[in-house]
């Protein structure tokens, strides 16, 4: 019985921790770090809170030491999947009752195990797992994993306080309902915070879910879903299901009683699945909710009245932060050319500073691509443009995976403004340059809101206020994060929700109040405290 209105507590930013030198935060993550070099996990499937040995096992290695194993895991099967579609669907009705006060409980502690006592744990996965920087990791895996669960709870709680009016008699109720059957969650691997929201955001809607995470950040995503187990998550709320993506498809995909799906992956896959969700509509039992943020080819765009030092710092740091595998990285820059042996002297001495090698290395920069398959596609489109004469490698250029998938930061200048890199998605440390004529200034306006599918993110640098008014209202359907004299990278839950439309997604904006109302089936309850007995209306009482 809960009798009270309860307060949520108030959710705050997490702070960040430096790991500057001679910090206790150094200390111990590097202590970590070191103690998950040594150790090789051995990753279940986990359904129904059991863990769960497969026959198909595959590793988990250190992308910047690919012969270092840190992890075994068991890849679930079709047999897996369906058992954890049945234990979503049977622990459904347990969860969608308990007392909402409990349920936030349950990610509020999650959320300070992740900022507390596993804060080290968590980033040192991520680190080894996905060759992510001290400080990238930071911001990803503590702070912004830690604040979507906590703003996820308070967004909850805002909408189950967003309530019709009444009148005389008459009580109106909203009542906020989880969807009917199960959510889906496939998540990418450049965060661990976005693999911990998107299935923890239904789940404190109460949804259950299946996820499925990245199979190359599987290993952080072990520990935050034993993180929830140890914050009292029941059995069977959320199952997590590594797999190979073609089986989700077949098996959880199709199932009649999907009712949601939370995505965060290439635009190619998510169109098939959308695809794939149509063939099979007629087979729902309720039209599946389809939230899903997808790629980006995001821009700055200078201003001859930009200040040059800032545009090359948000390129060099929007570009290369992560190896250039945020879905908000800066790919693509328009310098006018008053400005540009200015900005290209200033993005090239500062390129050539950035060390890249192996993140337990706290002086590197840069990490390595995630695998193979990636160091591969991204090297193509390096010498894509070694080839042709239609651009220049002014920085980097180089790689190397005889150890690391190693990939030096790249730098292209082009004289098209739809050349190839500066269209397609590359999710890599390059970034393309097209010099523009300061009096094509409204042509090139058009080529930065036409070149690319995607509108996710986009930065402009200007002095001139009638110039940002400008270009804020030229460019208003090319990104759905916009940044004024800022790097386009960097939203933080509860500041910047981040998401984009066009080829970017359904730009529902994950860590907010938009995205958590997705997973909700609202009932409105009408309560009338005087019935009528009447059944004619006065309008009748003449001709």
């Known amino acids: 019985m809960s009798n009270g209105v309860f307060n949520i507590p108030t959710p705050k930013n997490e702070p960040g921790n430096t790991y500057a030198p001679g910090t ?53 099967g079709e047999k897996e999947l ?27 502690k999650a959320a300070d195990l992740i900022s507390g006592p596993y804060r080290d744990v968590i980033n040192a996965a991520t680190m080894l797992g996905q060759s992510k920087t001290a400080y990238q990791t930071e911001i990803d895996a503590a702070q912004e994993l830690a604040d979507f669960l906590r703003f996820g709870v308070d967004y909850a709680n805002q909408i189950y306080q967003m309530q019709p009016d009444s009148m005389k008699n008459i009580w109106n109720r909203l009542e906020y309902r989880p969807l009917d059957g199960f959510v889906l969650a496939i998540s990418p691997f450049n965060f661990t915070a976005i693999g911990g929201n998107l299935p923890s955001a239904p789940a404190i809607m109460g949804n259950v879910v299946v996820w499925k ?18 914050a009292g998550l029941p059995k069977g709320v959320i199952n997590f299901v590594p797999s190979r993506g073609s089986q989700v498809s077949e098996v959880v995909l199709t199932d009649p009683r999907m009712s949601g799906f939370h995505f965060t992956g290439s635009t190619s896959v998510f169109q098939t699945i959308w695809k794939n969700v149509g063939e099979n509509i007629m087979n729902y039992k309720s039209y599946p909710r389809l ?26 740091r929007g570009a290369f932060e992560y ?31 950035l060390k ?18 990636a160091f591969d596609s991204i090297t193509s489109y390096i010498d894509y443009a070694a080839d042709s004469e239609e651009a220049e490698i002014i ?82 359907g090319a990104a759905g ?9 960097g939203a933080v839950i509860n500041q910047q929700p981040f998401g984009g439309s066009r080829g970017s997604g359904t730009n529902d904006k994950a860590g907010s109040v938009f995205n958590m109302i997705r997973w909700t089936s609202p009932r409105i309850i009408k309560e009338n405290f005087a019935p009528t007995t009447e059944i004619a209306y006065p309008f009748m009482d003449e001709e």
């Open 24 to 76: 206790k935060e150094r200390e111990t993550l590097k202590a970590e770090l070191k103690r998950q070099s040594d150790t090789v996990v051995d990753i279940p499937v986990i359904i129904n809170g059991e863990n769960i040995k497969t026959d198909t096992v595959k590793q988990v290695v250190m992308p910047h030491d690919h012969q270092h194993v840190l992890a075994n895991f068991s890849l679930a």
């Open 323 to 353: 190896q250039g595998q945020k879905c908000s990285a800066a790919s693509r820059a328009y310098i006018p050319a008053s400005m540009w042996e200015e900005v290209k002297a200033g993005v090239v001495e500062e390129t050539a500073k």
């Open 481 to 489: 994060n916009f940044y004024i004299n800022d790097k386009p990278t």
């Open 395 to 476: 920085a980097g250029g180089t790689y190397d995976d005889s150890k690391g998938y190693f990939v030096q930061p790249t730098i292209i200048v082009t004289t098209n403004p739809n050349f190839k890199t500066m269209t397609e998605e590359i999710f890599g440390p390059v970034l393309t340059i097209y010099v523009y004529e300061n009096d094509q200034l409204e042509d090139t306006l058009t080529a930065v809101d036409t070149a690319s599918m995607y509108a996710l993110t986009g930065a402009i640098f200007a002095q001139d206020r009638e110039a940002i008014m400008h270009l804020e209202r030229r460019l208003s």
């Open 356 to 373: 890249v090698g192996d993140v337990r290395d706290f002086r590197n920069f840069m990490g390595a691509v995630i695998d193979k398959p």
């Open 213 to 230: 995470p990245a199979s190359t950040s599987v290993l952080s995503n072990y520990y935050f879903m034993r993180i929830l187990e140890e």
């Open 82 to 108: 369906r058992d954890a579609v049945e234990a979503a669907l049977a622990a459904k009705e347990s969860w969608a009752n308990m007392p909402w006060q409990h349920r936030a409980s349950i990610f509020l």
């Open 291 to 316: 939230v899903g943020e997808t790629g980006g080819k995001d821009f700055v765009f200078a201003h001859e009245t930009a200040q040059a030092d800032k545009v090359v710092a948000a390129l060099v």
